[in-house]
Every structure is written in C-alpha cells, then in structure tokens.
C-alpha cells in the first residue's frame, strides 16, 4: 500500500483530512512499534490542550515530558520561529562559519545558570549545543571522560562514571547500558562500559562505589521516568562534597526538571548545590523544535573539545536557536518558575486531599507541576486510560506512578479540571 500524496486540510483540524483509522494503519504499516500508544490521534495542539479531528478538547498533563513547559504554539515563540523562516535566517549553516542566532544564544544560555564547577575558577560557563537530549547526555558523559585522562591521570579506557538505579538520560547504546531497566537494554549489546550503579538517594552506596578510575557522578535532581522521585535533603549537597573531595565531575541531567518544572528554573537550586556540568532539553526551545544543551565552566569546556573532537550538523542551527532564544525569554518574562511553584503548591495539595480518600493511592510526591501519584497496584496505565476517556492526558512513571506534568502555563480553573477527574479515577 502506498499514499503518493498528502491530502492538506481543506476545514478540518490539523494537517490532514485522512481519518484517524487510515492514519492508524498507516502507522502500522510504516512505522515502528516503539512505544505502547494510546489510540487518540492528536491534530491541533494550543496553550494547555490537545484537539482531535471530531472536536474533542484534551487537557494536556504531559506536555511531552516537560518539552511543553511554555504551552504548546505559545504565540512569542511561534513569532520567533515564522520571522526566521519568513526573512531568511532559519536554514542550517555549515559550522565552518558563525551565525549571530548560534552566539546570542550560547551567551543567553550560558548566563542563565551560576557559575558552573566554581572550584575549577571563576571562568564563565560555556556551551555546546546538540538535538535531542542524549546527545548532550553522551557529551557530558565524553567531557567527564577525557577530565579523568586528561587531569586525573586515568588510563584511557579504565575511566568509569556513578549513575543511579532507575534512571532515564535517554536510549541511545552508551546510556541505555547503564540503565537498570533490562527493557532498555536487553538485545542490544555489546554495551559499553565504565559505569557503576548506586540506588538513588544513597550517599553511602555511592561513596563505596568511588576508586582510582572514577571521573564523573551523573544524576538526574529529581527522577522523572524512574517514578517521579524525589532523593532526601542534603542528597545533592553530599555528591557535591564528594565531588570535590576525590576530585571529579558531578553532572546534573536537568533534561525534565529543570527550565522552570520543579518551582525554580534549576531543580539545583532546591538545594543551592552548584554542579560542575549542567544537561538542558526540552523544553530550551519551547517544545517546536529539537535543541539540547551541555554547559559547563569554561575551563573544562576548552579543556575537552577542541576542533575535530566533537561536532554536530544541526546542533544549534538557526532555527533552533531562534525558538531558544524566545523559549527562554518566555520563561523568564512570563515568570513561569514561580508559576509552576505556586500552582504546583496549590495542586499537590488538591491531590494529596484526594489521594487520603482513595483507596488506590500509595503516596503522592513532587515539587512544581512534577507531581507523581503512586498507586498500589502498580499499574499507573489503567488510570492513564480512564484519564483520557474523561478528556485528560496522563501516562505512568515506572509502570506504579501517575505522571502529572502539564504546561506551566495551566490556570486554576484547569487546575480544577485536573482534579475534578483525579477524583473521578481514584474515588468514585
């Protein structure tokens, strides 16, 4: 079966007229079965909702794992992207040569956290832009690397770097090797080494794992795909002491947690525990396009990459950057840290009120809009389910926990919305 063309839409929501059992075939067909998906088709996307072809509105409790923070299409960065395309400066350039978007947005990113890694100096933070978030995983992951060869004196090859049971950077074959989840890695050896597991939250099971060869500690703040997971105070103070007492990296995935999700714009900040290495997606670039950042003091930076030593064809093209340098504005402008802090307040409580009454309901944990609701029968998905069918879009967390994450940008009467059918799900 072949489509030689894509019919536009002529009055309908969305790209396309094709109705959603041809583009469910299609899909079947053509793509791979890589995610177990909910059978809504998704055509239109605004501010907190999601619109389907016959006229359902779905609030959106995901916003792609935190790539929403801003709301879907939000109108500044919209702008930004439509100016760059409609005036010529949105298409990917060699790296050979500079573009003004690149350096305006690795000096707007680089001065939005502290000073990264202060006990290297007082430097300046620097920034290497990639797509998806892996890559700047895999970049950090590389920097660390080369630290303990080039600094620590580790034979090249024996370098080995601290993660943490249940953690998610992403899939690629580095870091699905050190996942714990035998799903992300089962059949796609040989996998590679130099990492050694901790449970999350353990100071003393990450001390013990500390040798000669060990060069960086990789930890998300706050886990988001290991079951919304929050490590005990001081947690993060500690890896910082022990960072610097054996001299080595400490790097933070802030890929879900960070650019305003948790209260503040780093979940770090929770904490005030400065890392040395800082990991962005998401939601960097508003949800529109793909972009990812590593930074990190500049001394490590110039340290580890030099010409040759790394590189990417579209990590911080133009139009990349366009929608960076908007999404980060928005964030900062619109205040949507303290947004996420004082509506995440507001709804943690309306949840923990409904979680007393429930009969479902184990715990209930977050900070922010990062909120996860662990049931006790461990299939979060089966509430998934209910959820969308009253108009609601939410997944599980480690197969046990309710992800509720929706855009920053949610109001109280949508606040209100997400509650009303919680209560539906989990007590009625």
Partial sequence: MTVSTT?????????????????????????ANHYGRLQTIIRKTEGAWLYTQDGRKILDCLAAYSAANPGHHHPKIVKALVNALENGYASVVSNVVYTDQLSLMLEK????P?????????????????????????????????????EKGITDGKQEIIVYDNNFH?????????????????????????????PFGDLDATEKLINENTCGILVEPMQGEGGMNIPPKEFLKGLREMA??????????????GMGRTGKTFCFEHENVIPDVLILGKAISGGLVPLSVMVTNSSLMDMAFQPGSDGSTFGGYPLACAAGLAAINVMIDEKLPQKSYATGKMLKEKITEIASRSPHVKAVRGMGLFIGIEVKNGDAMSFGHKLLELDMLANDSHGHTIRISPPLIINDAEVEYICERLEKVLVD
Avoid: C
């Fill in 170 to 198: 992403g899939r690629m074959i580095t870091v699905v090797s050190f996942s714990t989840s035998p799903k992300y890695k089962e059949g796609f050896g040989p996998l590679t080494p130099g990492f050694k597991a901790a």
């Fill in 109 to 112: 990113v680089s001065s939005l």
């Fill in 244 to 257: 610097d007492k054996h001299n080595i990296v400490l790097m933070f995935d802030e890929i879900q947690v």
């Fill in 7 to 31: 019919k536009a839409n002529t009055g309908g929501v969305g790209f396309s007229n094709y109705d959603d059992k041809k583009l469910l075939e299609l899909d079947e067909i053509y793509g």
């Fill in 114 to 150: 502290p000073q990264l890694g202060p006990r290297f100096g007082n430097n300046g933070n620097k920034t290497l832009p990639k797509n998806g978030g892996v890559e700047s995983v895999e970049t950090a992951i590389k920097m660390a690397r080369y630290y303990g060869w080039k």
